[in-house]
């Protein structure tokens, strides 16, 4: 039996997180699991868009060395219509990110396959295939599949959609990420994104497209849900484990980052419901997205031009286009005004 005050299953963004700002905050005895290492560790993070904004980045508190390059311009593509919206934010070299904050926690990290959570009189006991662990607090941060989530809180993501990364050779040298959104995707779309140099990352959902000659190749869900039930007694879920993803933007790596420096900074409180009063009430975790995502997921084949028909001249003054779109199409009022707090508040 091994004991800690707390316990991190997942050794991930969240779970990282969670451990570097549980170390600022003064909690002392922190353990993290986390079942990959070695190449399958660095090829499951580095396989991703990498993308975050830069308010995302200053609000998760994590600080280092990590940016790849600028990202000034999000581009989508829809019924032929390319419709731009500034932004601000940076591409990042993940694996970099995770071995800053490795150091920074401070916390003993140990290589396990968790099997078992359970609730008893003294806490939480966590077995892995040779170990016993027993803790205080518990922090699933285990990702899309999470056992803590299943085991502590019994509900399933409302959607679970199945993405393949490409690393492929190309022009990295772009401040702008690309999406194309088209019915050939049925409501989803891909997204085309600079990487590290020479490199760039194309994905899609699978079974919708290809690539061929990638560099490297990988597969990651994207699980998001509107239940925002985030605590159960002193057991909290962050990251994928909680099924925060952002449904129209795919966006996690912040909210993984932040939700992680939320609940680390609860524990310290002895107050784990300030993370759940968080998670019901940040914007970037609002129940409009998913409803936004619902509408877009059923529309026909003559929605998505009848959709841009604001933006057909271009994308100067765009919440002025936006807001004339809601008033001449309502029914995409919600869409329109997702997709803009998608870009300011969820990557």
């Known amino acids: 039996m091994i004991d800690c005050n707390v316990l991190i299953v997942?050794?991930?963004?969240?779970?990282?997180?969670?451990?570097?700002h549980l170390r600022r905050a003064g909690v002392e005895d922190v353990m993290v699991i986390e079942r990959m290492s070695g190449e399958q560790y660095g090829h499951y993070h580095r396989t991703c868009g990498e993308a975050i904004s830069d308010r995302m980045l200053r609000l998760s508190g994590i600080e280092a060395d990590c940016a790849v390059r600028r990202i000034d311009e999000a581009v989508i593509t829809c019924a032929g219509v390319d419709i731009s919206v500034r932004v601000k934010g940076q591409i990042?070299?993940?694996?970099?990110?995770?071995?800053a904050m490795r150091t920074q926690s401070g916390a003993r990290i140990v290589t396990g396959s968790v099997r078992s959570v359970r609730r008893d009189a003294d806490g939480y006991t966590v077995m892995t295939g040779s170990e016993e662990y027993r803790c205080r607090y518990l922090i699933g941060a285990d990702g899309a599949f999470s056992i803590v989530r299943k085991s502590i809180f019994g509900h399933v993501p409302e959607v679970r959609i199945a993405t393949v990364n490409n690393i492929v050779r190309g022009d990295s040298d772009s401040g702008t990420i690309r999406f194309s959104v088209s019915p050939e995707y049925n409501g989803l779309y891909t997204w085309d994104f600079p990487s590290k140099d020479g490199l760039r990352s194309v994905g899609y959902t699978i079974g919708d497209d290809d690539v061929e000659g990638y560099v490297e190749r990988g597969i990651r869900y994207i699980v998001t849900s509107n239940d925002r039930t985030v605590v159960k007694e002193d057991c909290c879920i962050v990251g994928d484990a909680a099924i925060l993803a952002n449904?129209?933007?795919?966006g996690g790596i912040g909210v993984a980052l932040l939700s992680g420096r939320k609940a680390a900074e609860a524990i310290a409180k002895n107050d784990l419901g300030r993370y759940q009063r968080w998670a019901r009430r940040a914007p970037m975790l609002d129940h409009h997205y998913m409803e936004a995502y619902r509408t877009v997921r059923a529309?026909?084949?003559?929605?998505?031009?009848?959709?841009?028909?604001?933006?057909?001249?271009?994308?100067?003054?765009?919440?002025?286009r936006g807001a004339y779109g809601m008033v001449r199409r309502p029914k995409w009022a919600n869409v329109y005004t997702s997709i803009w707090m998608g870009f300011k508040f969820c990557w």
């Open 92 to 99: 990042i070299d993940r694996e970099r990110l995770l071995e």
């Open 247 to 250: 449904p129209l933007c795919y």
């Open 10 to 20: 997942g050794g991930g963004l969240a779970g990282l997180s969670a451990a570097v």
């Open 299 to 320: 529309w026909a084949p003559e929605d998505y031009p009848d959709a841009v028909v604001p933006f057909r001249r271009g994308s100067s003054f765009i919440l002025l």
